[in-house]
């Protein structure tokens, strides 16, 4: 399982290492609040490829 969780936030555009912060009790809530709520790098840099016109 731990290595499913991995390469999702890595196909989000995050390093897996997040994972271990996964671990952390209280931690773990603030992490799934930043990653539901904030933009995720993957999705800026689909962004800036349709701005140039590549996508």
Same mark, same amino acid.
């Given at each position: 399982?731990?290595? !499913? ?6 196909? !989000? ?11 952390? /009790? ?9 990653? !539901?709520?904030?933009?995720? /790098? ?14």
């Amino acid at each position: 399982m731990l290595i !499913a969780y991995v390469r999702i936030i890595q196909k !989000a555009g995050y390093s897996g290492w997040w994972v271990l912060v996964g671990l952390v /009790p209280v931690l773990n809530l603030v992490m799934f609040l930043v990653f !539901a709520f904030s933009t995720w /790098p993957v999705l800026k840099e689909n962004e800036r490829l349709r701005g140039q016109g590549r996508y």
